[in-house]
């Protein structure tokens, strides 16, 4: 009886410890995935409820169009040299002439996305099939030079005021995820170190405000040299860069807000 009682106050012991484990291991994975949730939640100040998408842990996102570009390979050099990161929506046609640079962007870890093939408005948004057509021939080439399939999608000049509802529901009904951006470098338009100037200023105010912003810049050799200016400041001001993943909610233009402002953007 008493070696029974011995063996019953064993097992319960270790029935204790299992229970104990179970729960702590149970608390753990719990409280990371709260963590790593990037699914809207509520978040109440001042009274106000408001939905807010959670991005990932980065202070930025910098995000280059159109690319890549003869010099894409000088644009990863000043990244690494800064040690920063960035996603590249790309053209399919460009990857094709710059295969090399795709890879290295994929190996040293950039952010790999699609901007579709033709970048003719007349043409991507010829009907509702169009833009699908575009992502999906854009992605194949992607995934023939890096293995990656990527559903990143940034449409030509967004995705205001030319996606249609349809074009829409149909890119997302395949899986993609379309990322508009809410700050606009104005590089190609201002083509100066005032691009870099107006882009320093809204990055201070949005990260000031609590917001991680995703900032558009094109990959286009002519805009190369004026990068190492934006990227000391991002440096010196210690905020962290970067890239877009498939798990993270897009920050998506509403005509509220754009329509009436950027009409003829460059996206
Ligand atoms: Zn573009």
Redesign the pocket.
């Known amino acids: 009886m008493a070696r029974r009682r011995r063996l019953n106050r064993r097992g319960k012991i270790a029935v204790g410890l299992l229970v104990a484990l179970t729960a702590a291991l149970f608390f753990f994975l719990g409280g990371n995935d709260k963590e790593e949730s990037q699914k809207p939640v509520k978040s109440a100040s001042a009274g106000v409820v408001e939905e807010k998408p959670i991005l990932e842990k980065s202070d930025l996102y910098l995000t280059f169009?159109?690319g890549p570009s003869e010099e894409s390979g000088r644009l990863l050099d000043i990244l690494n040299e800064f040690n920063m990161k960035a996603t590249f929506f790309m053209l399919g046609p460009h990857m094709e002439n710059h295969s090399e640079v795709v890879k290295r962007m994929k190996e040293e870890g950039f952010g790999l996305a699609l901007?579709g093939t033709s970048?003719q408005t007349e043409e991507i948004y010829s009907g509702p099939l169009a833009p699908l057509h575009e992502m999906v021939e854009a992605q194949a080439i992607l995934e023939e030079q890096t293995g990656v399939k990527s559903s990143l999608i940034r449409l030509?000049y967004g995705s205001v005021p030319y996606l249609t509802v349809e074009m829409r529901g149909n890119l997302s009904q395949k899986g993609f995820r379309i990322w508009d951006w809410d700050i606009d470098s104005r590089d190609w338009e201002l083509k100066d170190e005032r691009f870099i100037q107006h882009t320093m200023e809204r990055i201070e105010h949005m990260i000031a405000a609590g917001e991680a912003p995703v900032v558009l810049l094109h990959d286009r050799p002519e805009l190369i040299d004026y990068l190492p200016e934006l990227l000391t400041f991002i440096k010196d001001k210690g905020y962290k860069t970067g890239i877009l993943t498939q798990e993270m909610q897009p920050v998506t233009f509403h005509c509220e807000g754009r329509c009436h402002a950027y009409v003829a953007n460059e996206?």
């Open positions: 169009d159109d901007h970048h030509p996206g």
